[in-house]
């Protein structure tokens, strides 16, 4: 499983967001500025920091203004950035705990069998047997593994870890993902 909270800013005719792949991928939250000359620390929220290089273009917030990434560089557990047009720290405090994103069209390929957590959100869940559990409606991050939290239209909700014992088949095309339950996974009732 790989991070990647979606937003979608592109909309049909009718206004509603297109069906399919999100339009844009959080990347990091931006929370304090540092230092006097321009730079924010940012904390990351994607598996690949290391694509976001100087002279790429970022999208800020829910109205993804864009931002062009003049520097960006590690310090402690996040990034240090700097952005074209903005250098002193009252101007960039008004970004404080706001979403930077990515295109969702420059995010690295996967290898096979990965996953970007904004892919399996909302996919239909059967189990081997063909019961359906409900669809996925989050993904917990736990450190061992991923876990998907299904949630039934009763709304009772079933926790899967992504072990490789528990996932039987995901199936993007199908928006559906099999799995296989051990007892106690499921209350009875």
């Known amino acids: 499983m790989r991070k990647g909270s979606t937003y979608s800013v592109q909309t049909n005719a009718a206004g509603s967001p297109l069906p399919g792949e999100p339009v844009l991928l959080a990347v990091g939250k931006l929370r304090h500025t540092h230092g006097i000359h321009g730079e924010m620390f940012v904390e990351i929220l994607t598996d690949f920091p290391d694509r976001l290089q100087t002279g790429m273009a970022l999208y800020l917030g829910t109205g993804a203004e864009p931002l062009q990434l003049v520097s960006c560089r590690r310090h402690q557990k996040g990034l240090l950035m700097a952005f074209e047009g903005y250098t002193p720290p009252e101007q960039l405090s008004q970004f404080r705990n706001q979403l930077i994103y990515v295109s969702a069209a420059d995010r690295p390929p996967l290898a096979e069998g990965e996953y970007y957590h904004h892919q399996l959100?909302?996919?239909?869940?059967?189990?081997?047997?063909?019961?359906?559990?409900?669809?996925?409606?989050?993904?917990?991050?736990?450190?061992?593994?991923?876990?998907?939290?299904?949630?039934?239209?009763?709304?009772?909700?079933?926790?899967?870890?992504?072990?490789?014992?528990?996932?039987?088949?995901?199936?993007?095309?199908?928006?559906?993902?099999?799995?296989?339950?051990?007892?106690?996974?499921?209350?009875?009732?």
């Open 121 to 189: 959100i909302g996919l239909h869940v059967n189990t081997v047997e063909g019961t359906s559990l409900g669809n996925v409606k989050e993904i917990l991050e736990t450190g061992a593994c991923d876990v998907l939290v299904v949630k039934s239209e009763t709304g009772s909700e079933v926790l899967i870890p992504t072990a490789g014992v528990f996932i039987e088949n995901i199936d993007l095309a199908k928006h559906e993902i099999t799995v296989h339950l051990i007892p106690g996974m499921v209350e009875e009732g």
